[in-house]
């Protein structure tokens, strides 16, 4: 590790490295998450199954749901958008002290599953999670098919 | 949980367990105080809970998010529900007087200085 301080400007991201390590070992309670995700994985998303639908659930904290955009082509379901960073933080006089949370733009791509019907796609927003449920083709459920 | 951890943790809120999310922070300072942004998606004003204690301040929340029980995790980036974080206040802010706003899953916090602490401007008298 000490090998890799080269220059004054890789300091900060050994910081970074270095705290990282730190809280992972005096706080081995807190599981990894939206914090230990890569920058550009934003938003965090969950993935589910049920017997009628395919759920995705995409963590928008801070965004404005009118502005969050959702298409759907073919089998790929793309979530984009922006988040504007917070007007207090540019203030004249105002120093910054952590700035962990994403500003920017930002768009993730999923490809559904084949059983999931891209016609039939229902969006809801609460508390800053986008909730996005695609229903499964009636040709996948599993049916019953009698004898005559 | 073993009991050993349990007695250590005595002072939490039983509502959230040990395995909780870190929620991502943004802090300022500006000359009236300091701001606090937390992404605490999913979490409503009554799963909200922010606690001070001597100089600790501690914020815990529960995101609820509406699935049916018979869902089945293909994918997941967040496993818990849970948020927890807590901060060390300096001794010139006022903790009585946090100002908190929850939208949209964003906990907006103000902790204004006590007044000894505020920059003042010192007027010099021409004699």
Same mark, same amino acid.
């Given at each position: 590790?000490i090998? /890799?301080?080269? +220059?004054?400007?890789? %300091? ?14 005096l706080?081995p ?26 759920e995705v659930i ?7 749901p009118k502005? &969050?955009?959702?298409?759907v ?10 988040r504007?960073?917070?007007?207090s ?26 059983d ?6 229902? +969006? ?5 999670i ?16 009698s004898?005559? | 949980? /073993? #009991? ?15 395995q ?7 802090? +300022?300072?500006? #000359?009236?105080?300091? $701001? ?5 998606p999913?979490?409503?004003k #009554?799963?909200?809970t922010?606690q001070?204690?001597?100089?600790n %301040? $501690? ?7 509406d ?10 980036? &967040?496993r ?5 974080? /807590?901060?060390? =206040?300096?001794r010139d802010? #006022? /903790?009585?007087k ?8 964003? =906990?907006n916090?103000h902790?204004?200085k ?14």
């Amino acid at each position: 590790m000490i090998s /890799s301080f080269q +220059a004054a400007g890789s %300091l900060i991201p050994e910081m970074n490295w270095l705290q990282q390590q730190l809280e992972d070992l005096l706080l081995p309670g807190v599981a990894p998450g939206i914090r230990g995700l890569p920058r550009g994985a934003f938003p965090a998303m969950n993935v589910g199954s049920t017997p009628d639908s395919v759920e995705v659930i995409a963590f928008l904290p801070g965004i404005d749901p009118k502005a &969050v955009e959702i298409t759907v082509e073919r089998d790929l379901l793309t979530i984009s958008g922006e988040r504007a960073s917070d007007s207090s933080q540019g203030r004249d006089g105002a120093h910054s002290y952590a700035q962990e949370r994403f500003a920017g733009k930002f768009r993730r791509v999923i490809s559904l599953p084949q059983d999931a019907d891209a016609t039939k796609v229902d +969006a809801t927003f609460r508390d800053g999670i986008l909730q996005v449920s695609v229903a499964k083709s009636e040709s996948s459920k599993p049916r019953r098919i009698s004898v005559e | 949980m /073993s #009991d050993n951890t349990s007695v250590t943790k005595t002072h939490q809120a039983p509502s959230v367990p040990q395995q909780a999310l870190a929620p991502a922070v943004d802090i +300022a300072e500006t #000359d009236s105080g300091i $701001t606090l942004l937390a992404d605490m998606p999913g979490v409503s004003k #009554d799963r909200l809970t922010i606690q001070v204690e001597g100089d600790n %301040l $501690t914020i815990e929340g529960r995101a609820q998010i509406d699935v049916p029980d018979s869902i089945e995790l293909l994918h997941s980036e &967040v496993r818990t529900p849970y948020f927890r974080r /807590s901060f060390v =206040l300096s001794r010139d802010l #006022d /903790s009585s007087k946090i100002e908190a706003t929850l939208r949209n899953g964003v =906990l907006n916090m103000h902790i204004p200085k006590s007044e000894q602490a505020r920059p003042r401007r010192v007027e010099v008298k021409v004699a």
